[in-house]
């Protein structure tokens, strides 16, 4: 058998899912591959990777290609503190105006772009570049940056009494929705669990034990997301408290009417199944 390689986001929102395998404290029979969301979705179609938390967006562009590994994803239940927007002006007075992207992500640019058009009623501009707070906004009037790059530029923001506005996108989400947001799902490759499903199933509960790990030793936790980033510590306190990563029937509704704004924007071309492995049947 090929040697499993899975996908590892490095950002501090997938610690928890994988603190007990870089701990070594469950084993893993494969190769950790870690990078931006945006590689390791180029990564994962390519063939690169077999498994990876992919931007749920790009999901729906590719539901044929992969099965849904059940009980994991990316989410919030509002706030979420690391999808942010930052802006010199409020958010419905950049009619007309350049926004800068980070090219980093694909899920919080589409959910940027999917408020801008259907709660703000806002037309802007989308300009992507690389992560750089201060750069951004010298070349636009807002900008957009998820991960550690957000919780950083946050705290710089408020280090240095930065004028500018912040947004947290989970919010605003919940806020126009009343729903939860989805920002990634763990996949695995169509052809890969067809062929192996003993191990794509062993994968599954691999990786959701490795979580349940995660979660219980936020302490220690914590520590190391200090020592790998420099936030403070009740910073990461309140995020770890507020990340989630379960994907229970109220997450597949939000998921999908994320879909469903992304269909009515016309970014995906068509309304989405949800293909989760070791279920009999796909969920709408």
């Not at 931006?36 to 749920?56: K, Q």
């Not at 706030?79 to 958010?91: D, G, I, K, N, T």
């Not at 690389?130 to 636009?140: N, S, V």
Request: charged share 25%; glycine share 8%; proline share 5%.
């Amino acid at each position: 058998m090929t040697r499993l390689r899975l996908g590892q986001i490095e950002y501090l929102n997938c610690l928890p899912v994988y603190y007990a395998l870089e701990e070594g404290l469950l084993p893993l029979d494969g190769e950790l591959v870690k990078g931006p969301p945006t590689r390791l979705n180029r990564m994962f179609f390519e063939g690169d990777l077999h498994c990876t938390p992919l931007s749920s967006i790009e999901y729906a562009r590719h539901a044929g290609d992969c099965f849904i590994l059940p009980r994991l994803s990316i989410t919030s239940d509002g706030r979420v503190a690391s999808v942010l927007f930052f802006s010199h002006l409020p958010v419905t007075e950049l009619e007309g105006k350049r926004v800068c992207v980070t090219t980093a992500s694909a899920t919080s640019v589409v959910l940027l772009r999917i408020l801008f058009e259907h709660y703000y009623h806002v037309e802007v501009e989308l300009y992507p570049v690389k992560a750089d707070l201060k750069a951004m906004l010298e070349i636009g009037d807002g900008a957009l940056l998820i991960g550690d790059d957000a919780m950083l530029a946050h705290q710089q923001v408020i280090g240095e009494g930065m004028p500018v506005f912040i947004t947290d996108l989970g919010q605003v989400w919940k806020d126009f929705t009343g729903e939860k947001m989805v920002y990634a799902l763990w996949v695995i490759r169509r052809e890969f669990a067809e062929a192996h499903p003993g191990e794509t199933t062993a994968l599954a509960e691999l990786l959701y034990h490795s979580r349940e790990i995660g979660m219980g030793n936020l302490p220690a936790l914590i520590k190391k997301a200090h020592r790998r980033t420099g936030l403070p510590l009740p910073v990461l306190e309140d995020y770890f408290h507020i990340i989630r990563y379960d994907f229970d029937g109220d997450y597949r509704r939000a998921l999908l009417t994320f879909y469903d704004y992304a269909y009515k924007s016309g970014i995906i071309e068509e309304r989405v199944r949800l293909s989760v492995w070791g279920e009999d049947k796909c969920q709408r």
